[in-house]
């Protein structure tokens, strides 16, 4: 059986090209851009980077793109007072606070304060929530760019065996609520799962987002299994590279995505799609 290669850049093209026909048909009906605020707060460099690549892929579709870079001295109180500001810009519909921030600024509290109603990344607990009871409107961007690759493949989840490895708040736990949602029965693996590979060997979709370079191999794979690889993780060389060891599970799987160029170029193309839902919403609804 021949593996698929799951080629994200180029789903993430396709995406972003109807992104930008509706944005456009969009703005011509409403007269509104749909405007995207990110805000950095220091000057850690991946987070530059980052922000750099959102604020020019929103400049490809045709939104408006405001980046607010403040120094790592700003205090949690002052972060507040901007997001505060962001809540009341009728230009804005998306507001991202690029993680992680300053140790002084409490994450928390500064998520709790966007308006979930422009809280593209899907971090506030009541978009939180609206995954958990299957009500929602945004979905953080990761997990939502897994299912439209699944979506994309033709890889259907229902009565699948899903294992997700990882549980964290912005890629495992939501991962294994899209998979259920999509009625695939699903297992989460943690750091203290007994047994990993006997657990992974079960999976008909297997998605592995820990940050361990090359943790999956070839053995720990069940024959014709879907392999979706969130992990990056930089090699000494420099390289990027994922949690799957991809030379060894290739030829094991059906379907497995590489890294880079599988679910990376994905998580900025479901924030468009995010904010652009947003502005509609703000569009719909013109008094809230
Ligand atoms: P976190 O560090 O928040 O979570 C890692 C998870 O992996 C935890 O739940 C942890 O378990 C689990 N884990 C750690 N060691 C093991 C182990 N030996 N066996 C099984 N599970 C283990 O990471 P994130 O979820 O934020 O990110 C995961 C990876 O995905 C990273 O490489 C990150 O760079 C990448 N990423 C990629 C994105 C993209 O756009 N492609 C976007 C976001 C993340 P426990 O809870 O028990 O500690």
Redesign the pocket.
Known sequence: MATTIIDGRAVAAAVRERIKKSTEEFINRTGITPGLAVVLVGEDPASQVYVRNKHRACGEVGFLSRVYTLPASTTEDELLALIAELNADREIHGILVQLPLPKHISESRVILAIDPKKDVDAFHPQNVGGIMTGDYKFVP??PA?VMELLAHYGIDPSGKSAVV????????KPQALLLLEKNATVTV?????RD?AAVTRTADILVV????AK?ITGDMVKEGAVVID????RLDDGKLC??VDFDSVFPVASHITP?PG???P??ITMLLCNTLRAAEDAAAKPCH
């Open positions: 961007c990761t760019g490895v990882g549980r964290s708040n912005i890629v495992g693996c943690h750091s203290r799962t990993l987002a820990v940050g361990r943790m969130v992990g990056m993780n994922g949690d890294v599988g679910v990376g994905m998580t």
